[in-house]
């Protein structure tokens, strides 16, 4: 894994349509409308924030995390309006031993079911698998979550089981999850 590509400068992606950058203070108003929305977090182990203080020091805790190497959140820009949060797509829980990463990715409600979380995975893939040199990138869905699971399979990711009563969300308690995983290997002959 070469942690300096992601963390020497932060890095912006970009596909025809949509761009992945750096989540700033200006964009409070777009991160406070996600953060507060209960219906984003419905099938996620966030706690939904919704005093614009605690979002606007959320924002904060973001470049925090990024420079202690620990997570990274990019923001998800439409390229023809690219001041304009659509939504978040993280990559966190580094594993260099194994050379793993778990990604996860929330947009404003507004923003569903346009194909934009489906896309923002496609940008942060080839970056991840050959740029950073990750071997393996999964993601951990809740079970009822469904839309988030044809996200992953349309990025070419499998499930790969259920860790039953495995984990403590905050808000959710104890909570199955489903694994979903891609290897290098897989990302490579889905291409080919």
Not at 38 to 57: L, M, Q, W
Not at 152 to 159: A, I, R, S
Request: glycine content about 8%; aromatic content about 12%.
């Amino acid at each position: 894994m070469k942690a300096d590509v992601l963390f020497n400068q932060f890095p912006i992606r970009k596909s025809d349509e949509y761009t992945l950058k750096k989540i700033e203070e200006q964009h409070l108003d777009e991160v406070f409308e996600i953060y507060s929305n209960d219906n984003v977090f419905a099938y996620c182990g966030i706690i939904p924030k919704h005093k614009r203080e605690t979002v606007k020091s959320m924002i904060g805790h973001f470049e925090r995390d990024y420079l202690k190497k620990s997570r990274i959140k990019w923001g998800i820009f439409a390229n023809d309006n690219p001041e304009h949060l659509l939504g978040i797509v993280e990559a966190f829980d580094f594993n260099q031993k194994v050379n793993m990463v778990t990604i996860g990715y929330f947009l404003s409600e507004a923003h569903w079911g346009k194909g934009i979380a489906t896309e923002a995975v496609k940008i942060l893939l080839p970056f991840l698998f050959m740029d950073v040199k990750i071997n393996r990138i999964q993601a951990e869905v809740m079970p009822p979550n469904e839309i988030s699971k044809k996200v992953l399979l349309k990025n070419g990711f499998t499930k790969e089981g259920t860790v039953r009563q495995a984990t403590l969300w905050a808000g959710k308690g104890i909570v199955d999850l489903e694994i979903y995983g891609i290897l290098k290997e897989d990302y490579e002959k889905g291409r080919g």
